[in-house]
């Protein structure tokens, strides 16, 4: 090449030609190419059959919550097991995109998008691009993420809030300036207003600057009283701030500890939980095989991650101790509301389950992308990634495909039999709020009512407060038939017994129209048997 083409192909010494040069590469840089490719992968699969599932009960009590008034709204949630920010905002977007299923699970999808940028900054700013690319792409493939992703429920905002969580935190802590503090609050406030299950994170993190000043000031003699003030100042304003949902959250403290139908979790939990979080085996219901397969993976993979994290850790990644500064606050921020949450539910009341935890996953993929990145044994690596990309290939098949997977019940299917075949006069009765609900929501024809649940039955934890709020009233079926007439047409809505029920609402309700009336149709809609019948009483 001679002296002309290298002066020809340099950038130009004008300054503001500089700097558009200097635009112009960083703008086609490969990691942004990746970036895009990643995310167009996750809208895909997001968008793909979005409105396929049937809306089930709590979709449609999300759907309706947030159609009250403000006042009610409030009201509601405050008796209810969830704080009410996602209400609010499902509530506003409702009042400017209305309130079809396809539009509401269209939220959802924004969250998780944002989750997967918020992802990618998160580990570029800890690892760097590399990691940065790779733990987006996990969650932007991970079946946890897209089942969220794609359902009317707080857990899609939990995990995006979740993800800033632990961005504003480090940055805070890295900085140490009254802007980064101050975002972390903000984004600790609203976390702690969508789930509360955000406090275990909350605690997480500031457990872990507690122990990283302690350590500052045994082991380096260094106090940091700047952070201090400031980490001080920002809990406190939070907790402030915080303290009338606060007298809220422990008066629901009694009501979880009388009567919730989570049951016990096994110690071993963690492991599946990391199955959940990667490849959502163990919730495959239609072969078992995929079952033992994922928890087994999951075991190999938290042991072969943890051990070599424990290696970058001893080594001070490679003589750099902030890396390992890095690796332990996402150990920390994954782990620590794990057990928290474990010790709870052993302590005190069972509050264990998987999807109030989802928040805690944007740690796992940037942990996993960064062992992946630095293992010491690469060719090992297959071994465990290729089962966990057949994994994932499997659940994401039968999430899409398969009834087993997707649907809880086919109150879609059953509320469009109904109208089609339906009378004046006819009324529906429901054997259980699990039905009720999502026939509301669709507006299923004539007068619904729903029978009171069993006595002691561990999943009536509704208040009567929320029951208010979203319109359920519990009606024997005798007075039901007497609010419809004695000629009217009866339709039987049947769920099946949740775990730990009896079929008490099968026996009292369907007892009854079969001693008063007459069998004339029957259909099954996946969980939900449909009956009509007819009042010429048997002869």
Request: net charge positive.
């Amino acid at each position: 090449m001679n002296k002309e083409e290298k002066i020809e192909q340099s950038p130009p010494s004008n300054s503001t030609e500089t700097e558009f040069w200097r635009l112009k590469q960083k703008r086609f840089q490969p990691e942004f190419f990746w970036l895009l490719l990643i995310l167009g992968l996750a809208l895909s699969l997001r968008l793909f059959r979005l409105d396929y599932r049937s809306v089930w009960y709590d979709e449609s009590f999300s759907i309706i919550l947030a159609r009250q008034d403000l006042a009610t709204l409030i009201a509601g949630t405050a008796h209810d097991y969830h704080p009410p920010l996602f209400y609010l905002v499902l509530s506003l977007w409702m009042k400017l995109f209305g309130e079809g299923i396809y539009v509401t699970r269209l939220l959802s999808l924004l969250f998780g998008m944002g989750t997967i940028l918020l992802v990618y900054q998160l580990a570029k700013t800890l690892f760097g691009p590399k990691t940065a690319l790779l733990g987006a792409f996990l969650a932007a493939v991970a079946p946890f993420q897209l089942l969220y992703s794609q359902e009317v429920r707080m857990y899609s905002l939990q995990i995006l809030l979740g993800a800033w969580l632990c961005l504003t935190f480090y940055q805070a802590y890295r900085r140490d300036s009254r802007e980064e503090w101050v975002l972390f609050g903000v984004a600790a406030l609203l976390s702690l207003y969508n789930l509360y299950f955000s406090l275990f994170g909350v605690v997480a993190l500031d457990l872990f600057f507690v122990i990283l000043m302690l350590y500052n000031w045994r082991v380096l003699r260094v106090v940091e009283k700047s952070k201090i003030r400031h980490w001080l100042v920002t809990n406190l304003v939070v907790a402030l701030l915080y303290l009338p949902w606060l007298f809220i959250l422990l008066g629901q403290v009694g009501r979880i500890k009388k009567s919730y139908w989570i049951t016990l979790p096994n110690p071993l939990e963690i492991f599946r939980l990391l199955d959940v979080f990667l490849y959502n085996a163990t919730n495959l219901t239609v072969d078992p095989p995929y079952d033992l397969i994922g928890l087994l993976l999951a075991v190999f993979l938290l042991i072969f991650m943890l051990q070599t994290l424990r290696y970058r850790l001893r080594r001070g990644e490679r003589g750099d101790f902030r890396r390992s500064l890095e690796i332990a606050m996402l150990l920390t921020y994954w782990l620590g509301p794990v057990l928290l949450v474990l010790m709870v539910s052993y302590l005190f009341a069972p509050v264990y389950l998987e999807r109030s935890l989802i928040a805690f996953a944007v740690p796992c993929y940037i942990l996993l992308a960064r062992v992946v990145q630095t293992a010491r044994h690469p060719n090992f690596w297959p071994l465990l990634l290729v089962p966990g990309a057949v994994l994932v290939l499997v659940s994401l098949y039968f999430y899409f495909f398969s009834q087993d997977y997707t649907i809880h019940y086919d109150s879609t299917s059953a509320t469009a039999y109904i109208s089609q075949n339906y009378r004046q006069g006819d009324i529906v009765i429901h054997t259980n709020k699990l039905s009720y609900l999502p026939f509301i929501y669709l507006k299923a024809p004539g007068l619904q009512f729903v029978v009171p649940e069993e006595p002691g039955n561990p999943h009536d934890d509704l208040s009567p407060e929320t029951q208010r709020a979203i319109g359920l009233d519990y009606v024997p079926v005798e007075q039901a038939i007497e609010k419809a007439g004695p000629s009217s047409r009866v339709w039987l809505v049947l769920t099946p017994p949740q775990p730990g029920q009896t079929d008490y609402q099968r026996q009292v309700v369907k007892g009854f129209l079969d001693r008063h009336y007459s069998l004339s149709a029957s259909q099954s809609f996946y969980g939900l048997l449909v009956l009509l019948y007819s009042p010429t009483p048997k002869q």
